[in-house]
C-alpha cells in the first residue's frame, strides 16, 4: 500500500480538538488507492463508525472490534489499510500487547490513526473522586491508561510503528444533565468502586465528590460539570512486521 509522502503535513491540521474522523478522511484523501475504498478495523469500546462516516471518508469497515472479540479461537480478521480507534485504548493496561496485536491486523506501511486520553487527562475530577473515597476509609487507584506523550511514541515504536504525527491537548468537556451529570460520571467511571458500598453510603460518596469537585469543576453560568479532559491523538505507520504473543486476548478487553 502506497501513502503520498505529504502525509504528516496532510493531518496536521486536524491533530487538535476537530473530531477524529477528520484525520481518517485526511488520511483516505492522499491514499494512493484510488479504485476501491480503504479497508478499516474499527477499534471501540461501544459503537462503531457508521457506515454513512465510513463512505465519507472513502473507506469501508472490515470489522469492529466486538466482531474480531467474537471470532472462534484465534482466528485473525481479514488485513485492513487502516486500523481507527477513538477512546478505546484507554481501557487497556498492557499498551504494548495491544499494539503489537494491532499492528498484526496491517501490512508493512499500514496506519494506526488514534485518540486516548493522555497524561493528566480529567484530573480534577480523577483527585476530586479519591477525595470523596478518603473520607470514607476507602483507596482509589486510576483505572485508565493516560500516558505521556513520549512514553506512548516509545510504545508504538517498541510495537513495530513509526509516529507519523502526535498530539496532547487540552478538551474541556462540559458534562450534559446539569447537577446529575457528575454523579452519572461517577456512576460510569467509578462503578466498581461504588459498588463496594452499600447504598446508602454510595449516597454519601458521591455528595462528598460533588463537594470536592465543586470549585475546580463547576460552572455557575452553563450550569453544568465541566471535564478538563486531555487527548492523545496519534498516526502512526507499521515499519516492520510485530508479532502478537497473546493473539487477540488484550483486544477482547475492549469489548467487556
Not at 43 to 48: G, I
Not at 178 to 199: C, Q, V
Request: glycine letters at 6%; a negative charge; charged letters at 25%.
Amino acid at each position: 500500500m502506497d501513502w503520498n509522502g505529504d502525509l504528516a503535513e496532510a493531518v496536521a491540521p486536524y491533530m487538535k480538538g476537530s473530531p477524529l474522523i477528520d484525520v481518517l478522511e485526511a488520511v483516505a484523501n492522499l491514499s494512493a488507492k484510488k479504485v476501491e475504498a480503504l479497508r478499516i478495523l474499527d477499534v471501540a469500546c461501544d459503537e462503531s463508525l457508521s457506515s454513512t462516516e465510513l463512505e465519507r471518508c472513502g473507506c469501508v469497515a472490515v470489522a469492529s472490534i466486538s466482531t474480531v472479540a467474537r471470532a472462534s479461537g484465534d482466528r485473525r480478521p481479514e488485513l485492513a489499510d487502516v486500523v481507527y480507534s477513538d477512546g478505546a485504548f484507554d481501557l487497556v493496561t498492557d499498551q504494548i500487547s495491544l499494539l503489537k496485536n494491532v499492528a498484526c491486523c496491517l501490512p508493512a506501511g499500514g496506519l494506526l490513526v488514534g485518540e486516548m486520553g493522555a497524561f493528566g487527562n480529567a484530573e480534577s475530577l480523577e483527585d476530586g473522586y479519591a477525595q470523596a473515597i478518603r473520607k470514607h476509609s476507602g483507596d482509589y487507584v486510576c483505572q485508565f491508561c493516560f500516558p505521556k506523550e513520549k512514553a506512548y511514541r516509545r510504545a508504538l515504536e517498541i510495537a513495530g510503528f513509526e509516529v507519523v504525527a502526535m498530539s496532547a491537548f487540552d478538551k474541556a468537556t462540559p458534562l450534559e444533565n446539569g447537577r446529575d451529570g457528575l454523579r452519572l460520571w461517577a456512576e460510569s467511571r467509578f462503578a466498581k468502586s461504588l459498588a463496594l458500598y452499600r447504598p446508602e453510603d454510595r449516597e454519601l460518596v458521591l455528595e462528598d465528590y460533588e463537594k470536592a469537585c465543586e470549585e475546580r469543576s463547576w460552572n455557575e453560568s452553563s450550569g453544568c460539570w465541566v471535564a478538563d479532559c486531555r487527548r492523545l491523538r496519534f498516526v502512526a505507520r507499521k515499519s516492520r512486521a510485530a508479532t502478537a504473543p497473546l493473539a487477540y486476548s488484550p483486544l477482547r478487553v475492549l469489548g467487556s
